[in-house]
């Protein structure tokens, strides 16, 4: 699915996006009958330009096949909330510079867990229409049920994630196409202390070319 950001769109414009989108967002598992690949998906910004990185690692051994850095000018303030109209268009470009196919998407940020149900993981899912998870590593909206994040109405919202060999947690939630019972256990299967290992290696990614160009004072053009 197209979905055109106008780069002078206003915070107001992308709440009303948000809400215009949500309820196209799906909750239940629609995977590739097989799937090779995980993609990782991570972004950082400085200095009025976004950093973004795209790994794809194999789905079985989790080994790393390759990854996609696009750097650009930063389109969108910050704003709680809207995260995916700053990260969004780079963090797509990243993924879709991949060219990998029956893959599902891990993207650090929330899905719906989210005050309007439209994280940056729900953007990216259905903008790809791919499935989709947000693994984020602190709440944004909801209540703590035991192992569980919960709506006003209890429904869930996310899973709580224990890291292992960490005293850490993650907030596992759809992105797109997958349901919460299988976006925990696809993320459950590539978990280190520090995350999931896509995301990992494309934080990895972003921090490096962050610091290179510091360390070169290299300006965008």
């Known amino acids: 699915m197209?979905?055109?950001?106008?780069?002078?769109?206003t915070a107001q414009d992308a709440i009303a996006l948000q809400n215009r989108l949500a309820p196209l967002v799906a909750q239940h598992t629609d995977l590739p009958e097989k799937v090779a690949g995980l993609v990782g998906c991570d972004a950082t910004y400085f200095n009025g330009s976004t950093v973004a990185a795209a790994t794809l690692v194999n789905?079985?051994?989790?080994?790393?096949?390759?990854?996609?850095?696009?750097?650009?000018?930063?389109?969108?303030?910050y704003v709680p909330g809207l995260l995916a109209f700053r990260e969004g268009p780079a963090v797509?470009?990243?993924?879709?510079?991949?060219?990998?196919?029956?893959?599902?998407?891990?993207?650090?940020?929330?899905?719906?867990?989210?005050?309007r149900r439209f994280?940056?993981?729900?953007?990216?899912?259905?903008?790809?229409?791919?499935?989709?998870?947000g693994v984020a590593k602190s709440l944004l909206c909801g209540v703590t049920e035991g192992d569980f994040v919960l709506d006003e109405e209890g429904r869930r919202l996310a899973e709580i994630v224990p890291l292992p060999d960490s005293k850490k947690v993650i907030y596992?939630?759809?992105?797109?196409?997958?349901?919460l019972k299988d976006a925990v256990m696809i993320v459950?299967?590539?978990?280190?202390?520090?995350?999931?290992?896509?995301?990992?290696?494309?934080?990895?990614?972003?921090?490096k070319r962050k610091w290179e160009i510091k360390k070169s004072n290299q300006a965008f053009s």
């Open 2 to 9: 197209r979905i055109r950001i106008p780069f002078e769109i």
């Open 59 to 77: 789905y079985k051994s989790l080994n790393a096949l390759r990854a996609r850095l696009v750097r650009e000018r930063t389109r969108f303030p």
């Open 92 to 115: 797509l470009r990243a993924v879709r510079a991949l060219r990998a196919k029956s893959y599902v998407c891990l993207v650090d940020a929330h899905g719906i867990a989210h005050p």
């Open 119 to 133: 994280g940056l993981a729900c953007f990216v899912g259905l903008a790809l229409n791919r499935p989709t998870i």
């Open 172 to 179: 596992v939630s759809v992105g797109h196409k997958v349901s």
């Open 188 to 207: 459950k299967r590539c978990l280190n202390a520090r995350g999931p290992i896509p995301i990992n290696l494309a934080h990895d990614q972003v921090t």
